[in-house]
Structures are given as structure tokens and as C-alpha cells.
């Protein structure tokens, strides 16, 4: 059996200061946007991705929330989550709304 795609991708820092559940959020769309995550895709289990990353399943779920808010996946009830339909376009732009984010990001570290 092939491993799973989605939790051999992600990398979860917990000294980064940033929010766990933002970095699998990011993790997961960095994933979709590259490719190795296609279109229809059926995602770990909440209680799967937390056992996997060592997190709660609280912050598990959370990021699954906010990538359905963002239109990114798509959850059925009974069937699990899967990761929607991405256009090229849309790729391309977040794409490069995160790395206008790491950007800044970056910039305010050097100021400070």
C-alpha cells in the first residue's frame, strides 16, 4: 500500500510560533497547488491526521474547516473529506498569495 500523500507532505513545526492548524492548512494547499494532491482526493480522517502529526484532534478538524471555508476541499457527511476541484488560475493565486504572505512575514521578522 502506497503511503498516504497528504501525511507524508506535511512538516508541522511547533516551535515555528505559527498556529498548527494554519500550518496544515498552508501544508495542504501548498500540496493541492503543486500537484501531488489531485483533484477528488479523498484527505485522512480528522482522528487519523491527528494520530499521525501527534496533534489534537481539535486542530485537526479546525484545518479541515478552514480549508472547506476556503473552498479548497469538500467534506460529506458519512464519506469523509475530499480535496475539490482546484483551476490552474486558482493555483496560480495562491500561489502567489503566499509568498506575498511569507514575504511580509519575512519582512517583519528582519525589522524586528
Given at each position: ?111 524586528e
Amino acid at each position: 500500500m502506497d503511503p498516504d500523500p497528504v501525511l507524508t507532505g506535511l512538516k508541522i513545526d511547533h516551535k515555528s510560533g505559527r498556529p498548527v492548524y494554519a500550518q496544515i492548512t498552508e501544508g495542504i494547499k501548498a500540496l493541492i497547488y503543486s500537484g501531488r494532491l489531485k483533484s477528488g482526493l479523498q484527505l485522512p480522517t480528522v482522528r487519523a491526521l491527528a494520530a499521525a502529526l501527534d496533534i489534537n484532534p481539535n486542530t485537526a478538524a479546525r484545518a479541515y474547516r478552514e480549508l472547506e471555508h476556503d473552498g479548497v476541499i469538500s467534506s460529506r457527511v458519512g464519506r469523509g473529506s475530499f480535496i475539490a476541484r482546484v483551476d490552474g488560475a486558482d493555483g496560480e493565486k495562491a500561489v502567489e498569495a503566499q509568498m506575498m504572505k511569507l514575504e511580509l512575514e519575512l519582512q517583519a521578522r528582519c525589522v524586528e
